[in-house]
C-alpha cells in the first residue's frame, strides 16, 4: 500500500484510523505485561524446582530492574493506548 493511499485513508476516517493505532498499542502493552508476569512465575517455579526457597524474595537485581522495566513501558502503552482512544472520539 503506498504511502499516498494511507494518507487518503487517514484523511476519509481520522478517527478510525486513530483508534486503531490505539487498540494497536493497548495489544502490545498488554501482551508486554502478560509475558512479564509469566517470565516471573516461570522464574520463581525454576527456583523452587532448584531447591533454593529460601532465596525466593531475591530474584536478582538485574533481572528485578528489566522485569520493572518491562511494567512500566507495558502500563506506558496502555496509558497511550487510553489517551489516543480517548482523543480519538473527538475526531
Known sequence: MSLQALWN??????????????????????WLLLATR?????ALARLVADGESQALPEV????????????????ACLGLALGMSFYSTHL
Open 38 to 42: 509469566r517470565r516471573e512465575r516461570l
Open 60 to 75: 536478582g537485581h538485574s533481572t528485578a530492574r528489566v522485569n520493572r522495566f518491562f511494567y512500566l513501558f507495558g502500563f
Open 9 to 30: 485513508l487517514f484523511q476519509a476516517h481520522p478517527g478510525r484510523v486513530v483508534n486503531d493505532l490505539a487498540m494497536f498499542f493497548a495489544l502490545a502493552g498488554a
